[in-house]
């Protein structure tokens, strides 16, 4: 799409010099019958002009040039509509680069978005001097848990107050969908329960869909937008969205193990290898079973969740298989996982993903 863009841009501002050479007598334009004054010549030379500028400001992935192309394309609608017998179809190139703009428009606006979030989250995270987990503050809790937090190395090192990750994977809509691929990036504060997922989702060739999944202050938040731009899914501040976005929360303390011993967490033993976990927070609680491998290696999560963000939506085991661990910054964590929900219908399995970076208690944004 971007290489069709460029072509467009290139081939439709040269165009428009024609305007500008007819006008100061540059050269014969039989293409252009009607007659052109040198002020009008002006008009089609600055036009070029800021079509070559957008096409510059494309290739140099500048943030100025959707806002160039949008200039562009109402300049030279003018121009067309003045010289309407001879430039007509010259409409259907700006209206082509209207709808290739559009998007990268969209996207700029909302990854811009997503980092002035991301940036007031980091300020929010307290970033004073971290005591290590010691082995007395473990001591209360069941021991299968603490086979994990000794197996996955956080005792004796410094608690994470904070996260910063990076992930891959792919997932879909409905149990007979095709799996779409995605990236994203993800911050967690763990002292204050909160995080901001955001993804880029490649739903089939030339379409993408943005989405961000926020949860801050007891509030949960999900916006998916075609193409960065039309809204598909926008649930917030709901029974259903806020306790999801817990339990997710909950969840993906697989990720930063020192979290268990969190005052907001309640422990208790179900059975040998296995423990629930109850998280309050804000007036809220939910509660999910942990499950453990001999070695205290987490095996799997599983919660009652709401399955969807409407006010109608029931609620359903929502499951997290752990399938294969790596260490990050010495930390051992589930590395490749796989979500599943369980329907009255049958398994559907939702998102596989893999974590591709983490970084405790970091300082500052991804590039």
């Given at each position: 799409?971007?290489?069709?863009?460029?072509?467009?841009?290139?081939?439709?501002?040269?165009?428009?010099?024609?305007?500008?050479?007819?006008?100061?007598?540059?050269?014969?334009?039989?293409?252009?019958?009607?007659?052109?004054?040198?002020?009008?010549?002006?008009?089609?030379?600055?036009?070029?002009?800021?079509?070559?500028?957008?096409?510059?400001?494309?290739?140099?992935?500048?943030?100025?040039?959707?806002?160039?192309?949008?200039?562009?394309?109402?300049?030279?609608?003018?121009?067309?509509?003045?010289?309407?017998?001879?430039?007509?179809?010259?409409?259907?190139?700006?209206?082509?680069?209207?709808?290739?703009?559009?998007?990268?428009?969209?996207?700029?606006?909302?990854?811009?978005?997503?980092?002035?979030?991301?940036?007031?989250?980091?300020?929010?995270?307290?970033?004073?001097?971290?005591?290590?987990?010691?082995?007395?503050?473990?001591?209360?809790?069941?021991?299968?848990?603490?086979?994990?937090?000794?197996?996955?190395?956080?005792?004796?090192?410094?608690?994470?107050?904070?996260?910063?990750?990076?992930?891959n994977g792919e997932l879909r809509t409905k149990p007979d969908a095709g799996w779409m691929s995605f990236d994203a990036q993800q911050y967690v504060d763990v002292n204050s329960p909160a995080?901001?997922?955001?993804?880029?989702?490649?739903?089939?060739?030339?379409?993408?869909?943005?989405?961000?999944?926020?949860?801050?202050?007891?509030?949960?938040?999900?916006?998916?937008?075609?193409?960065?731009?039309?809204?598909?899914?926008?649930?917030?501040?709901?029974?259903?969205?806020?306790?999801?976005?817990?339990?997710?929360?909950?969840?993906?303390?697989?990720?930063?193990?020192?979290?268990?011993?969190?005052?907001?967490?309640?422990?208790?033993?179900?059975?040998?290898?296995?423990?629930?976990?109850?998280?309050?927070?804000?007036?809220?609680?939910?509660?999910?079973?942990?499950?453990?491998?001999?070695?205290?290696?987490?095996?799997?999560?599983?919660?009652?969740?709401?399955?969807?963000?409407?006010k109608d939506a029931q609620q359903y085991p929502w499951k997290v298989e752990m399938m294969q661990h790596s260490v990050f910054e010495g930390v051992n964590i589930p590395e490749v996982s796989r979500i599943i929900?369980?329907?009255?219908?049958?398994?559907?399995?939702?998102?596989?993903?893999?974590?591709?970076?983490?970084?405790?208690?970091?300082?500052?944004?991804?590039?």
């Open positions: 799409m971007k290489t069709f863009l460029v072509v467009v841009l290139l081939l439709h501002g040269v165009i428009h010099s024609i305007g500008f050479l007819k006008g100061f007598q540059l050269a014969k334009v039989s293409a252009l019958a009607a007659p052109i004054s040198k002020p009008m010549g002006i008009f089609w030379g600055i036009t070029t002009i800021l079509f070559l500028v957008t096409l510059m400001g494309l290739l140099m992935k500048k943030e100025f040039w959707p806002y160039l192309a949008f200039a562009a394309i109402f300049f030279s609608q003018i121009l067309l509509i003045l010289h309407w017998q001879d430039a007509k179809f010259g409409t259907i190139a700006n209206l082509i680069i209207l709808l290739l703009t559009l998007p990268f428009f969209g996207k700029q606006q909302f990854d811009n978005q997503i980092t002035t979030e991301n940036t007031a989250l980091m300020h929010s995270f307290q970033t004073g001097t971290q005591d290590t987990l010691r082995p007395d503050e473990i001591a209360h809790l069941p021991p299968i848990v603490q086979a994990w937090l000794n197996h996955s190395g956080v005792v004796g090192k410094p608690k994470a107050f904070s996260l910063r990750l990076k992930q995080f901001i997922w955001s993804a880029d989702v490649k739903a089939f060739p030339g379409v993408y869909l943005a989405g961000r999944d926020r949860f801050e202050n007891g509030t949960g938040e999900m916006v998916i937008k075609l193409a960065s731009l039309i809204p598909v899914v926008d649930d917030k501040d709901n029974l259903q969205i806020n306790t999801g976005s817990l339990i997710r929360f909950l969840a993906e303390i697989c990720w930063v193990p020192s979290a268990a011993v969190q005052e907001y967490l309640v422990w208790e033993a179900v059975d040998a290898h296995s423990a629930k976990a109850t998280l309050t927070w804000n007036d809220q609680s939910v509660n999910g079973i942990f499950q453990f491998a001999e070695n205290g290696e987490l095996i799997s999560f599983e919660a009652p969740r709401y399955f969807g963000g409407s929900w369980k329907l009255p219908e049958g398994d559907f399995e939702w998102l596989r993903l893999t974590i591709t970076e983490l970084n405790y208690n970091p300082t500052s944004l991804f590039p």
